[in-house]
């Protein structure tokens, strides 16, 4: 069904005390591209470059930074406020309601960065208690089918591929690479520039700059990953090594930890030192350097 401008204002004015009204700029030529079947509440704050596709709904509590895009059929929702750049491709849903029991609707949000890029049928849930986040970074990618639970914390730079699961609470740092399918418990951490490969289950803390396998175990650095983020040949010996002291050695990890912190003094060693004394799940262990080993 086609309406006229005119019939158009009138649905507006009439829909008015509705919890979702149709805003609507006719054609895709006008300054602010929004498609006619686009469903916008009036209080939502759209910067005057957002463009919204066909049949996508946004309520009242969401705000969009300049050139973000919303495509087809994307659903926001709650208190969601996205900054600059962001792109919302077919199907996704940012900001519904937690799947949690404790939550009774109270009213929590989402917070997203910049340049972060959904694709089609990623879904990003709201916080569970009042007055908390969900809150993602900038500059990630969220491949199809992902899942990013309630309270989860996303850092920059993040890759999770698809059909990855983000359970609620869980942790990514900066530059970590989740692969397709994965799985993450909840409240588990995912260290800087640590990679699951395809599959991997973790429910125990992933040390930064290492890769995980199968389940709750590591095989060795993210080397790749390290090159790629611009780890220079010294400073990725001396990880192997401090890997090695932590995973290998046959101590135990509060006595090695200690031992370490003797031994290695980069800002990259420490980083790790102070993840493992801070895991209150424990940290995967090494899965005895068999095939397919990265040290």
């Known amino acids: ?79 969601t406020v996205a900054g600059i750049g962001n792109q ?17 609707g109270e009213p929590t949000g989402v917070r997203i960065g910049d340049g972060n890029l959904f694709r089609e049928h990623v879904t990003v849930h709201r916080a569970a208690s009042a007055g908390q986040l969900t809150e993602i970074g900038s500059h990630n990618l969220f491949m199809a089918h992902a899942h990013v639970g309630h309270n989860a914390v996303v850092g920059d730079h ?21 692969s397709g399918n994965c799985l993450v418990h909840q409240f588990t951490k995912v260290g800087r520039l640590a990679m699951m490969r395809g599959g991997s289950a973790i429910s125990k803390d ?47 990890m509060r006595s090695a930890v200690e031992q370490a912190r003797g031994l290695f003094e980069s800002p990259a060693s420490l980083q790790v030192l102070e993840f493992i004394q801070g895991a209150r799940r424990g940290v995967c262990p090494d899965r005895g350097g068999g095939l397919g080993s990265e040290d």
């Not at 509705?18 to 602010?32: D, I, T």
């Not at 919302?88 to 009774?104: I, N, R």
């Open 1 to 79: 069904m086609r309406f006229s401008a005119l019939a158009l204002d009138e649905i507006f004015e009439k829909s008015s005390k509705n919890c979702l009204l149709p805003r609507v700029q006719v054609g895709w030529g006008c300054k602010q591209m929004i498609h006619p079947t686009a469903i916008i509440h009036p209080k939502a704050r759209l910067h005057s470059t957002v463009e919204v596709g066909p049949y996508a709904v946004i309520d009242g509590e969401v705000e969009l930074g300049a050139q973000c895009r919303v495509g087809p059929h994307v659903y926001l929702t709650g208190q």
């Open 88 to 104: 919302f491709h077919a199907g996704s849903v940012v900001g519904d309601a937690p799947q949690d029991f404790k939550y009774s």
């Open 158 to 178: 993040v890759i999770m591929a698809n059909g990855a699961l983000l359970a609620g609470h869980a942790v990514v740092q900066d530059r970590a690479f989740i």
């Open 206 to 252: 992933l040390p930064p700059f290492c890769t995980a396998v199968g389940e709750n175990a590591i095989c060795g650095l993210n080397t790749v990953g390290l090159r790629r983020a611009g780890f220079n040949a010294e400073q990725r010996l001396e990880l192997k090594r401090l890997y090695h002291h932590l995973f290998r050695a046959g101590i135990n």
